[in-house]
Every structure is written in structure tokens, then in C-alpha cells.
């Protein structure tokens, strides 16, 4: 009978042997990673961090001197999460799945009409006749209103009022660079035709 140790042995002889062979056509025995692929509880990246809006309304103001209209769709200051280190520039994360920020319109200002895959949820914070319109219904937007943007409508956000128009925008970007989905088209014109 063979010793614990020589059928260990073997095993892993041969376990060696199919990862071999596995490394050379695309493929990997999956009982070798399951620990890996398949956790026990939940292990997000996200720290808990804490974004006071006290602090950055000041400085999202000052963005708007540097910041052209023609830009104002990414005036934002991104809520990175410290949980995600920076790769080539911060990463977009605020959680594990979703990003979010601080982004601001200026009175008289449209930003450029687009349409992305992510789902985009607007909680606005401070608002005079600010706007946005998709899917063909323009919405003038309050103080303290939700507004949910489906994927792949066409969209565009403006300011007919007197102040700047400031909300928290939060997209599943995250998911959808998981996905390698995350993209966006800008519609040659400023604005869409009916909307």
C-alpha cells in the first residue's frame, strides 16, 4: 500500500500533468481555483470613505472657471474610492460597481447630447431651471429630485435658470468596464431633435 505522502505525490504528478496540457489549449482545471473564483463571503474592494459636500461644493465651483461648456457633461470631481489604487490616472470606482460624482451646469449652458451603455441615477442638490432630457421628455429638475437614465438613450442636461445646477451623478461604469461594454456616442448636433 502506498504511503499518504507517494499518493499525494502522485496526484499532484498528476494534476501537473492536465494543467500542462490545459496552459496550451486555453483552459485550467477548475477544482485548482474554486477557492479563488468561488469565495466563501464577500470581498469588495471599496473602503467605507466619506465625501462632505461641505468641502467640495467650493471646489466643484472653482472647476467652472476652467472647465468649458463645451466639457460641462465630465465637469465633475469623481468620488474615488481609497479601496481602488490608481492605474494609469485615478480609477472611476466609488464603490465596487458604481461610480459617482459631484457634476455641475452652468446657467446657460447645454452640455453636448449623448447616449452611453450605463445606466445613469441623478440626485440633484441645487437647482434653478436646471434640465435634462431623454428619451424625448426634457424635465426641468428640483432640489432633491431622483432622476433614473436608462442605457443607450439619447440625453442631454442644461441650465435655463440663474445659478449653477449641481447633482450627484452615479452610473454603473464599473460594471460595464468589468464587461468591456463601456462606451459612449456623442450625436453630432448639441442637442437631439425632439428632445
Known sequence: MASTSETEAAVQAAT?????????????????????????????????????W?????????????????????RALMMVNPGFPAVNGPSPFTTDTLYAGFQTVLPGETAPAHRHMAYAVRFILESDKGFTSVAG????????????TP?????YHGNHGTTPTIWVDCLDIPLHMFARINF???????SVPGL
Request: charged letters at 25%; glycine letters at 2%.
Open 16 to 52: 501537473d500533468k492536465i494543467i500542462d496540457y490545459c496552459r496550451q489549449n486555453n483552459s485550467y482545471p477548475m477544482w485548482t481555483v474554486t477557492n479563488k473564483v468561488s469565495k466563501l463571503s464577500p470581498n469588495p474592494k471599496a473602503l467605507p470613505n466619506i465625501w462632505a
Open 137 to 148: 421628455h426634457k424635465v426641468y429638475l428640483e432640489a432633491g429630485d431622483l432622476v433614473l
Open 54 to 74: 461641505s468641502d467640495f461644493r467650493k471646489i466643484l465651483l472653482e472647476t467652472c472657471t476652467i472647465v468649458p461648456e463645451h466639457m460641462a457633461e465630465h
Open 151 to 155: 442605457s443607450w438613450e439619447w440625453r
Open 184 to 190: 459612449l456616442e456623442l450625436y453630432p448636433t448639441p
